[in-house]
């Protein structure tokens, strides 16, 4: 007798998985007219524009032939090999890159290097040497305010630089009268360091350093 009922294909949930597996494997393949398309188009990537860039870091003259992409603390770090300066997040948001730009600190992995032609930077390693530390970086030794030591030099740049603002009559978001110069508490230490981070957590030590290296705080 004839079996005229509809044909009955009997397909495993695994078979159906793999035939849609090698489906989307092909389909994503290149034809080949794609693929020789791609090797004799003309590459769309532009050249690098590079530029020369001269300016003073810690007292010596520098030029250097850059990508005009380049920023500050590569520039610092990658083509003059002062690694004191660190790179943190490399996104404005830790301070390890703090340096002082023409005697204000500023984070070198936000800015240019192009932008800042003549510009008189100092890095850790311009701030004091070994034998003759800086006051700050002696201050930092005797309050041990460190422990892995990352973001130390930009602490200590950062902490030069904030002095002076002070000392500049710079006020801060907690200086409470904006008229009369900015007294330096532990308050307006915390506040004025807090772009600087530390993983360590060795603040407490660190605005010891700082208010030691300033005579004291208020
Ligand atoms: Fe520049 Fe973190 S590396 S702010
Ligand atoms: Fe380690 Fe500050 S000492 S991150």
Redesign the pocket.
């Known amino acids: 007798m004839q079996d005229d009922s509809p044909l009955k294909v009997r397909v495993s949930r695994r078979q159906v998985l793999i035939a849609g597996t090698v489906s989307a494997a092909v389909t994503a393949l290149p034809t080949a007219s794609a693929v020789t398309d791609a090797a004799t188009a003309p590459s769309k990537v532009a050249a690098a524009v590079t530029t020369e860039v001269a300016f003073e870091v810690n007292g010596e003259r520098r030029s250097l032939e850059l990508d005009t992409r380049t920023t500050l603390l590569d520039a610092l770090r990658e083509h003059l090999r002062l690694t004191g300066t660190k790179k943190g997040c490399d996104h404005g948001q830790c301070g390890a890159c703090t340096v002082l730009l023409d005697g204000r600190r500023i984070n070198s992995c936000l800015t240019l290097a192009v932008m800042h032609q003549g510009a008189r930077i100092t890095t850790i390693e311009g701030l004091g040497t070994p034998k003759r530390l800086h006051r700050m970086q002696a201050a930092f030794v005797k309050h041990d305010g ?7 030099p930009g602490q200590i740049c950062s902490a030069v630089g904030m002095l002076d603002e002070v000392k500049a009559g710079v006020p801060s978001h907690v200086t409470e009268d904006l008229t009369a110069r900015p007294r330096l508490s532990v308050t307006e230490v915390r506040e004025r360091m807090s772009g600087n981070l ?3 957590g ?1 603040y407490s030590n660190i605005v010891d350093a700082i208010g030691d290296a300033a005579g004291g705080l208020s």
Do not use: H, K, V
């Open positions: 460190y422990q892995c030591g990352y973001c130390t530390c993983r360590c060795a």
